[in-house]
């Protein structure tokens, strides 16, 4: 069926859906897509409140009323800027290559520089060529490439090795002191692992003998009813850059962050930036696997 979309799309603000109705544009626009993405009801409601999703900046299409698409946008004030984010694009595989996507991207950009906003960013899969197409011609920029890495099971032999035995504490905190932290901006991130989404995340800041701050981590950690640990997710460990020591502060984190090294559990990474090389050179060496990795992409207004 030939679609003409100029004559046929109609354009809704997500705030004039309902739950069940947005549930439905997603679990449609990401049919047939490289992994399931498929959401309940009540795991939708969790995902717009948690990564400040704003209906009225976020759009849905529909073409002779079947979904045929949308695009999520959250919005937040944080360090004096207002930044958004796209949470989501998706078509229905019924209408897609006929920029249906350009289309609901340039309503939904409109509306978030309208909005104030001073960036939009988003993640993209780097072998999703498709949706790289789409966001370039919109205007949007690769900026950084994040990873998501895996290992499983204990270390067989004692990982993250240092140069030197310079002696490093690590404290936790929580995550909106690592926000403040003046190298925690200098590095570019994912909406999703940003310190001000980062419920149920633990943070930790790392202080050398002088009792100075030269690096801070991100990372999640579930436990077995019993208490061992079951998994750790890390989504950030930055030392500061100008520390020439740099290298060693980052792999004395990854140590204390994926103890206890013995441990038979799963280990993941996600969403670390891959220019981060001191650390993406210390877990390869540990072992750990590239799963899939992503473009950060940002359209500045």
């Known amino acids: 069926m030939e679609v003409k979309l100029e004559r046929q799309l109609e354009i809704r603000s ?4 309902t739950i069940r109705e947005i549930t439905e544009q997603w679990n449609t626009g990401f049919l047939a897509y490289f ?4 959401l309940s009801i009540e795991n939708m409601n969790i995902r717009l409140g948690r990564l400040n999703i704003h209906p009225e ?11 045929a698409g949308f695009v999520m946008i959250g919005i937040a004030h944080v360090g004096g800027r207002k930044q958004a984010w796209n949470g989501g694009t998706g078509v229905n595989p019924e209408f897609r ?10 309503e939904a950009i409109r509306r978030t520089q309208a909005a104030g906003a001073e960036s939009l960013s988003l993640e993209t899969r780097t072998d999703n060529d498709r949706a790289i197409r789409s966001y370039l011609s919109v205007g949007f ?3 950084e490439t994040l990873q998501v890495m895996r290992r499983e099971g204990a270390f067989t032999s004692l990982p993250f090795l240092r140069s030197y035995s310079t002696d490093y504490r690590m404290f936790p905190v929580t995550p909106d002191i690592v926000g403040r932290l003046a190298f925690y901006a200098d590095t570019p991130k994912s909406w999703t692992t940003e310190w001000f989404n980062a419920q149920g995340h633990e943070a930790a800041i790392v202080l050398d003998r002088n009792s100075t701050t030269v690096g801070y981590v991100l990372y999640s950690k579930s436990c077995r009813a019993d208490g061992t640990v079951e998994s750790v997710m890390l989504t950030h ?6 520390r020439s020591d740099a290298g060693d502060i980052v792999r004395f984190m990854l140590g204390e ?3 206890p090294l013995s441990g038979p559990y799963t280990r993941r990474v996600h969403y670390l930036r891959e220019s981060n090389v001191l650390a993406m050179e210390a877990l390869r060496e540990a072992g750990f696997q590239t799963v899939f990795a992503e473009h950060m992409m940002v359209l500045d207004f």
Do not use: H, W
């Open 257 to 259: 962050v994926f103890t």
């Open 57 to 67: 900046l976020s759009v849905a299409g529909y073409i002779d009323g079947i979904p």
């Open 237 to 242: 460990c930055e030392a500061d850059p100008m």
């Open 97 to 106: 290559g006929r920029s249906l996507s350009k289309l609901l991207l340039q």
């Open 35 to 38: 992994n399931d993405m498929n």
């Open 141 to 143: 920029t690769i900026r």
């Open 14 to 17: 997500l705030g004039d859906c």
